[in-house]
């Protein structure tokens, strides 16, 4: 970690290295927790100033549209709601950085790295998985990739970003993780399910 | 019995692949791709259950879903699945099924002296019979239960998983008979996300059952043609043993799947049925229709069946349905049977038709090229043969059809194959809310106006002919797929032809008149699965029940799982008689979900056991339970309750806990406190709306104490705000109600308040938090922080109560909130989740030379009481307000509050509302239960008027006695009174009313 201190994942007592694969031909689905990825919430009227002051010193655009997503490099943009926006991004001081870019404009940005659990689902079988526990219509022609959506999935409140063609980013609150890991597992159990640790 | 009924050849069984199988307990053989009934029938085993109220012998009645009689057990233990319908029950080696609602066996049934009594149970028997005593209802109701009956379920946990998954389609279609297999056809070629569901095991409904050819090729190869068509679109997703059960608001659809039931059990990790939860653009139903039952006198003897489920034994199973089977209709769709087996070189005893002209259908002409006798404008007046059927009463009807004309002629035979017309299944469309409307010339309800984007194509639409199945099934799929954004750009219309023939008439005579008036003698069954005659529609009527809603449940006439699938109509031709109206002015009752029964563990799926409910964790939840903590659930947390030492009690424990605060020092994981960002120009002017207390000039780095209210003056919430900028606040709010504070708030922002510069984010599990109480609290701190003053020289000014610094501690970024809600001096820490675990390990190795004490949930609550701090949601229930609680001084005068106005309602300032106060037994070890009344005086023979009720309660470690707090009638006013608290056991407890501030009322050791 950036602060050098040690620090545990909302998964770390699941110890998933330990049941980690290289080999995942026969698997229907990959799982992959993400740690510690900087995610800030900003919530901001998307005013044209505002989406120039986001790309000057974050480098990346603003989605206006419900439900879209932009990306530049390893920063991205989800669109939550009205008004507001999860960034995601590997560098810790993005905030630091938005925090000063913002000063004086009635931007809100708020650190909640630590409030999230990221785990990747992906795989030929990661709709199917999904369609278990979340009513949401994840077919190419509504939900491609780069969508965006807040949902239930199971009985965790998520928010689902699909990066590729079979590959889902599932934003779950920290303490639901380990529920929401379980339930995956299960779910998945019937395609194949490979641990994989994060690149 | 021996003999086999199979035909020689012929069918859709798999001659080369017999199928052991038992049915109570005796060994039979079938084939590949029987049903359990078709095997039974081929075995020549007639009786097959005990009816519902009388006990009567029942045989197999139909070929599928509409199966009233047949209902059996499959499986063995846990495996078991009772009431399963024999029709629709694939066989698989070493299948093992079980007659129900029997004893001591199905040939000798104790339970059917009800029939020998059945006059003494008429209709509604028990509402009329059991209702005095009133009490005994409870005990009348068990033995009634007993002897009226359904299978039993299993005892043990069912080893086998169950699944659901949701689906989305533009045309969701429901059937794969010859209009749902074109419908399929005509929407997949455009394009359209499309999921056909048929609840058989194989595509085609009744061409399966045809012998006749389609452009060539036989029936079947036509539908399995269709199938591989379909198969090979990559946006259609059929579903075999799929039954669409029920039809919900808004095209919501159930589909109950049998993934595995055919086999003897699910192969490892797929699920044995799973529950699909179907969102559909459009919805085309194709469900087929049900044939009817002709109500004559003792119509349910084993061997009398629907004459198009003896066609589709014969023709798709190659089964008989009897050595000699004598045909009974009051329409065409018979004669086809007749033809079918004779040229099977099966025995037609005869067709008896209601009817006194000759049928025009192409089959009737071939009745005497067959030397098949047509008794026309004839009846079965009666049946033989007590577990099978023997022989058939045949008698002349007068012109009017109302009166048998003598000359009775007894034909033996051991089937009969009736039709009494048939009945569009509508059920689906039904459920979502379409009208339907009665058609004269088929005498049965069809689809009327849809309400939903549905529509009804082939036998459910009432078009029986398959020449026009086809067609409207095309359309129907075409027109959905057009309605849902997709057409074809070359359409195909691989449709076969089939001959047009247009259906007779239906000669409706209901009941079918016998030697004696219906009631007496022989029984007229209508529904056959609820044991409900002609009698007793009669009855009902004559006994004024013109409802047909009423007559329904009086009766209980399609109720029940079977939702009236063939008795329906009949009953209600029997009403409308009875009333003297036609049909459609008696109207039809709703079908309900689901069509057929759906198993609890199908609606489970996999939400049982460990996934039944989320469980959240802290960052520190690992050590809690590696420590073993006994937990607490608060909302879907499992919160440490306390740390039990080797022996300890609870008591033992929460004691050493509580004294440890009080003593020296001890942590608590309070990672589960809400907590709400709020930043903007105008964060300060928000929470003045939203506690009842002033913020405006809360300095920065200073917290306050605040309770909000409901717009009626209710407590909603209550925490401390600290200040951390300008601009800049965090809110905590109790545990778990996180969410509903931050909904709170922005409703309002959103709705009320949009002007208003300030915005919320919850970061409640951002942040890992650690509470640090007791007198050594800083001394503990000092060892770990940096960057912080903590006022070890300098004293409490430096970091005073209620006040908030950031610096370092443990070596992680931190913000230390002095506050407390133990009443000792204390420190809540929040920390990044990540680092939760290190700083709550390094509190205890840096705390070890102090006794440091991790300190659950119960301590806690013990250590507020003490200090007579309430805790939202135990002494607040909703109807709370902050005076109630003793809160004035937290009551701004200066500012409007949400709530604030109905804090002025004169019933809000009443003296005698119930308010906060604290509670002393008499006998110090008396710990009052929570919840328990008050009353003023000594109790005596209730009734007593309750004054109040105690809210929280506990044994009190640091006084030695226990405390316990309340809400009193006047309570303030009453300080020092005696109360008294009946108790379930012992009489009652007498209190005396005193100050809810129990321990240290003045506040010093907070300042520490």
Not at chain 2, 39 to 56: D, E, I, M, Q, T
Not at chain 2, 267 to 292: D, F, I, M, N, Y
């Amino acid at each position: 970690m950036a602060d050098g201190l040690p620090a545990q994942g909302a998964l770390a007592h699941r110890r998933l290295a330990a049941c980690a694969v290289e080999e995942t031909r026969d698997a229907g689905v990959r799982l992959t927790e993400m740690p510690f990825r900087v995610c800030i919430n900003m919530r901001a009227q998307a005013t044209p100033e505002v989406r120039t002051i986001l790309s000057q010193h974050a480098g990346c655009g603003l989605p206006v549209q419900p439900m879209e997503s932009a990306r530049r490099g390893t920063l991205g943009a989800l669109w939550l709601g009205p008004e507001e926006w999860l960034l995601v991004s590997g560098s810790d001081d993005l905030r630091d950085r938005l925090v000063t870019a913002f000063r004086g404009h009635f931007v809100t940005v708020t650190d909640v790295s630590d409030a999230y659990c990221i785990v990747r689902l992906a795989g030929p079988a990661a709709r199917d998985v999904l369609a278990k526990g979340c009513g949401l219509d994840t077919h190419d022609s509504v939900f491609p990739p780069g969508k965006v959506a807040r949902s239930l999935l199971a009985k965790a409140e998520v928010t689902l970003h699909r990066t590729a063609a079979d590959v889902f980013e599932i934003y779950v609150a920290r303490s639901y993780a380990d529920y929401l890991w379980r339930w995956l597992e299960d779910a998945g159990a019937e395609y194949g399910v490979a641990v994989v640790e994060a690149a | 019995m021996t003999r086999s009924f199979r035909t020689g050849e012929g069918g859709r069984i798999d001659r080369s692949k017999p199928i052991g199988f038992t049915f109570d307990g005796k060994t039979y053989a079938g084939f590949a791709g029987d049903t359990l009934a078709s095997a039974l029938l081929a075995n020549g085993v007639r009786l097959v259950a005990r009816s519902f109220k009388y006990h009567r012998p029942r045989g197999i009645f139909s070929a599928g879903a509409e199966e009233p009689n047949a209902l059996v057990r499959v499986g063995d233990g846990a495996r078991a699945l009772p009431n399963t319908r024999a029709t629709q029950v694939e066989l698989y080696e070493g299948l093992a099924a079980y007659s129900q609602n029997n004893w001591p066996s199905l040939r000798f049934d104790a339970g059917a002296a009800a029939n020998l009594f059945s006059r003494l149970l008429p209709a509604g028997f028990y509402y009329k019979t059991f209702m005095r005593p009133k009490r005994m209802w409870q005990w009348y109701e068990r033995r009634i239960r007993r002897a009226a009956g359904m299978g039993r379920a299993p005892d043990a946990p069912d080893p086998d998983l169950y699944d659901k998954r949701h689906a989305h389609c533009d045309v969701l279609i429901v059937g794969g008979g010859p209009a749902g297999l074109s419908a399929a056809l005509a929407a997949g070629q455009t394009g359209a996300r499309v999921i056909l569901a048929d609840e058989q095991s194989e595509f085609g409904g009744t061409l399966l059952g045809e012998t006749g050819k389609l452009g060539g090729a036989s029936a079947a190869d036509w539908a399995a043609d269709a199938v591989a068509e379909l198969s090979a679109m990559p946006e259609v997703r059929l579903l075999p043993r799929a039954t669409v059960f029920g039809y919900y608001d808004h095209n919501h659809l159930g589909i109950a799947e049998r993934v595995a039931d055919h086999l003897p059990a699910p192969t490892a990790g797929t699920p044995r049925q799973r529950l699909w939860k179907v969102r559909a653009k459009q919805v085309v139903l194709a469900a087929g229709s049900h044939e009817r039952p002709l109500v004559f006198a003792d119509n349910d003897r084993p061997g009398i069946m629907l004459a198009g489920a003896a066609r589709s034994y014969l023709n798709r199973y190659g089964v008989r349905a009897g050595s000699r089977v004598l045909i009974f209709t009051n329409n065409d769709s018979a004669y086809p049977l007749a033809v079918d087996l004779a040229a099977a070189g099966g025995d037609v005893a005869a067709v008896v038709d209601l009817r006194p002209a000759a049928s025009q259908h192409p089959a009737a002409w071939r009745m005497d090229e067959l030397k098949i006798e047509v008794l026309r404008g004839y009846a079965v007046a009666g049946t033989k043969g007590r577990l099978r059927l023997k022989s058939a009463t045949v008698m002349a009807l007068n012109a009017d059809g109302n009166e048998v004309a003598g000359g009775a002629r007894e034909i033996a035979c051991d089937a009969i194959a009736m039709s009494g017309g048939w009945s569009p299944a509508v059920h689906l469309f039904s459920q979502s809310r379409g009208a339907l409307e009665y058609d004269e010339v088929l005498a049965a309800f069809v689809p009327g106006r849809a309400v939903q984007a549905t529509r009804s194509a082939g036998a459910c639409n009432g078009s029986f002919d398959l020449h026009r199945c086809f067609l409207e099934g095309f359309d129907a799929g075409k027109a959905a797929a057009a309605d849902a954004g997709f057409t074809a750009e070359d359409e195909q219309r691989p449709l076969p032809a089939a001959t047009q023939a247009k259906p007779g008439p239906v000669r409706m005579i209901n009941p079918v008149p016998s030697i004696r008036p219906v009631g007496q003698g022989p029984k007229h069954f209508v529904d056959f699965q609820n044991d409900v005659t002609a009698a007793d529609i009669g009855l009902a009527a004559r006994e004024g029940y013109a409802s047909v809603e009423h007559t329904k449940r009086y009766t209980t006439t399609g109720m029940g799982t079977d939702q009236g699938k063939t008795s329906s109509l009949n009953a209600l031709g029997l009403l409308a008689d009875q009333l003297a109206l036609a049909i459609p002015d008696v109207g039809a009752t709703t079908f309900r979900p689901p069509y057929t029964p759906v198993t609890f563990g199908a609606l489970a799926g996999r939400d049982i056991g460990e996934l039944y409910a989320p469980l959240r964790r802290t960052p520190m939840q690992r050590w809690h339970e590696d420590a073993g903590a006994a937990f607490e659930d608060v909302g879907q947390w499992k919160r440490p309750f306390y740390y039990p030492r080797r022996s300890e009690t609870k008591e033992q424990a929460v004691r050493r806990e509580v004294l440890a605060v009080r003593n020296s020092v001890g942590i608590l994981d309070a990672s589960t406190l809400g907590k709400i960002d709020i930043k903007g120009p105008d964060a300060a002017a928000l929470l003045d709306w939203i506690y009842t207390n002033d913020w405006a000039r809360l300095g920065v780095g200073r917290c306050r104490y605040g309770v909000m209210c409901r717009e009626d003056g209710m407590v909603l919430d209550d925490g401390v705000t600290a200040r951390l900028g300008e601009e800049h606040f965090l809110m905590h709010t109790t545990s778990g109600n996180a969410e509903r504070v931050s909904a709170w708030l922005e409703e309002w922002l959103q709705t009320e308040w949009p002007a208003m510069r300030a915005r919320c984010t919850v970061v409640t599990e951002h942040y890992a938090t650690v509470a640090v109480a007791g007198p050594n609290a800083r001394r503990l701190l000092a060892a770990l922080a940096a960057g912080i003053d903590l006022g070890i020289d300098m004293g409490n000014a430096a970091f005073p109560h209620m006040s908030v610094r950031e610096g370092v501690v443990a070596g992680i970024p931190a913000r230390v909130f002095r506050v407390s809600y133990t009443g000792e001096l204390s420190y809540e820490i929040n920390v990044k989740a990540r680092h939760g675990l290190t700083l709550w390990r390094a509190l205890l190795t840096a705390g070890e030379r102090f006794g440091v004490m991790p300190f659950g949930t119960e301590a806690m609550h013990v250590l507020r009481a003490e200090k007579g701090y309430i805790m939202v949601g135990q002494e607040t229930d909703g109807t709370v307000t902050p005076l109630d609680l003793g809160m004035e001084r937290a009551i701004s005068t200066r500012k409007d509050f949400l709530g604030k106005r109905s804090l002025s309602r004169a019933d809000m300032t009443k003296p005698d509302r119930k308010q906060l106060v604290g509670l002393l037994t008499e006998d110090p070890d008396d710990v009052l239960p929570e919840g328990a009344h008050i009353v003023a005086e000594q109790p005596g023979k209730p009734p007593l008027q309750a004054q109040g009720h105690v809210t929280s309660s506990y044994y009190s470690p640091t006084l030695g006695r226990s405390i316990a707090l309340a809400l009193l009638r006047g309570g303030r006013g009453q300080l020092g009174r005696q109360v008294f608290v009946p108790r379930e056991d012992c009489g009652s407890s007498a209190a005396t009313v005193v100050d809810p501030a129990f321990y240290d009322p003045k506040g010093v050791r907070l300042h520490g």
